[in-house]
């Protein structure tokens, strides 16, 4: 059995001296919203009574109207403290970087000299504070026009190219039928191994926008 909810006493004040829009709106919501859960939290003489059915449904209208409120303050107040915050990461962060890529900078080249006197021996340079490490990356094979190359290799070298296989799933799903009885897919009679099909499931959704 559900409980008719109660109103929160306590008026909704977030902002203790603000100007957001969306504060206001919820306060001037909060005392619209005073006697109308009352009205509505009777039992319902019959379940296809549609006034009371209408009762509810604007009730609840009222409310998820005020939980949008709620959410349009927090979001305005989150903005404002994160918009504050990323301003003061991005000036110390830009601070941090220039500094560090210098020192990196001037390091590689540290390195790069070090490698070329001794290509072999000077891959890793151990120091008191740390490691100079020096790794070519592998060579990036790029595929600029894959259409062609597979043309050229499916008359040259067919082995270099592969053949996918899927399920075409629309064609699939317009050809086999469901067994009623057994819930099998048949495709004209025959069970089509490794298809399952789930029932779909009636939902109910008050709309009150």
Not at 9 to 37: I, K, N, Q, W, Y
Not at 80 to 93: N, P, S, Y
Not at 121 to 143: H, M, N
Request: hydrophobic content about 40%; proline content about 6%.
């Amino acid at each position: 059995m559900i409980v008719a909810p109660e109103l929160d006493p306590t008026p909704f004040d977030p902002c203790l001296s603000c100007d957001h829009d969306a504060c206001e709106r919820v306060r001037a919501l909060d005392a619209d919203l005073g006697g109308h859960l009352a009205d509505v939290t009777d039992v319902a003489p019959d379940a296809a009574d549609r006034v009371w059915a209408d009762r509810m449904l604007a009730a609840l209208r009222r409310r998820r109207r005020r939980v949008a409120g709620l959410e349009a303050v927090a979001a305005q107040r989150l903005a404002d403290a994160r918009a504050e915050i990323e301003g003061w990461l991005a000036g110390e962060m830009s601070k941090a970087a220039n500094s560090t890529d210098w020192l990196e900078s001037q390091l590689a080249q540290f390195h790069r000299a070090q490698l070329a006197a001794d290509p072999r021996g000077a891959k890793t340079i151990t120091l008191p504070s740390g490691v100079l490490k020096a790794r070519k990356a592998p060579d990036s094979w790029e595929y600029r026009d894959e259409e062609a190359f597979v043309a050229w290799a499916l008359g040259s070298a067919p082995d270099l190219v592969r053949t996918e296989h899927s399920p075409k799933r629309a064609d699939v799903k317009r050809a086999c039928q469901v067994d009623p009885e057994t819930g099998e897919v048949r495709y004209g009679g025959e069970v089509v191994p490794g298809v399952a099909v789930d029932g779909g499931e009636t939902t109910y959704t008050a709309v009150t926008e």
